[in-house]
C-alpha cells in the first residue's frame, strides 16, 4: 500500500496507470482487480494509509489551545514543512491528488477529505470566533491548496514558510 500511496502522491490519480501500479506492488492487474476491485479502490486505500500516516500532524495543531490568531498562522507554517519534507513526494496527496482528473469517482474521494479537513478547521476557528468562522476555513484552506502547489512545482522551503507567514495577518 505504501508503494501505491507514494505512487499517487507524487505522480497524482492519473498520472500513474493500473500496469505501473501492479508492477511497482508486484502484483498483475488482475490481482490488484481483485484485491482492490478497481483503480480508484486502491487510490481510496491509498488515501486511508496516508491519512492515517500524516493526517493527524496538521490536525494535533488545531487540537491545542491558544487564540486562533497564534494557532492558525502556526498551522500553516507546519503544512509548509510537511509539503517540502526533502526525500517525500511533494504537497499534499488530498490537495493535489486528483487536480484535473477525468474519473469523478476519485475526485469525489478528495473532494469528501479536503471537506473534513476545512470543517475540522471551521470547528476550532468557531470555538473562539463563529462570526469569521466560515471566511477564515476557506481561506486557510486556500492558503494550503497555494502552498501544496507551490510544493509540487518546486519551490523551496524558505519561500513556502515565508508565504505561511505572509497569511498571519489575516488571522489578527
Not at 491558544?66 to 498551522?75: C, R
Not at 468557531?126 to 476557506?138: C, I, S, W
Amino acid at each position: 500500500m505504501e508503494t501505491a500511496e507514494r505512487l499517487f502522491h507524487d505522480r497524482g490519480y492519473d498520472g500513474v496507470g493500473v500496469a505501473e501500479l501492479g508492477s511497482a506492488m508486484g502484483i498483475g492487474a488482475p490481482s490488484l482487480y481483485a484485491a482492490f476491485g478497481s483503480k480508484v479502490g486502491l487510490f481510496e486505500r491509498a488515501l486511508a494509509v496516508y491519512e492515517q500516516q500524516n493526517g493527524g500532524i496538521l490536525a494535533k495543531i488545531l487540537q491545542r489551545e491558544g487564540p486562533v490568531a497564534d494557532l492558525l498562522p502556526l498551522f500553516l507554517e507546519e503544512a509548509a514543512r510537511f509539503f517540502s519534507r526533502p526525500g517525500e513526494p511533494c504537497g499534499c496527496m488530498v490537495l493535489s491528488g486528483t487536480w484535473n482528473s477525468g474519473d469523478a469517482e476519485a475526485v469525489a474521494l478528495t473532494a469528501r477529505l479536503k471537506e473534513a479537513g476545512r470543517e475540522r478547521i471551521r470547528d476550532r476557528i468557531a470555538r473562539e470566533r463563529p462570526q469569521d468562522a466560515e471566511r477564515l476555513a476557506d481561506f486557510t484552506v486556500s492558503v494550503m491548496s497555494g502552498l501544496s502547489a507551490m510544493a509540487r512545482e518546486g519551490v523551496e522551503r524558505d519561500r513556502l514558510l515565508a508565504a505561511a507567514r505572509a497569511a498571519a495577518p489575516a488571522y489578527a
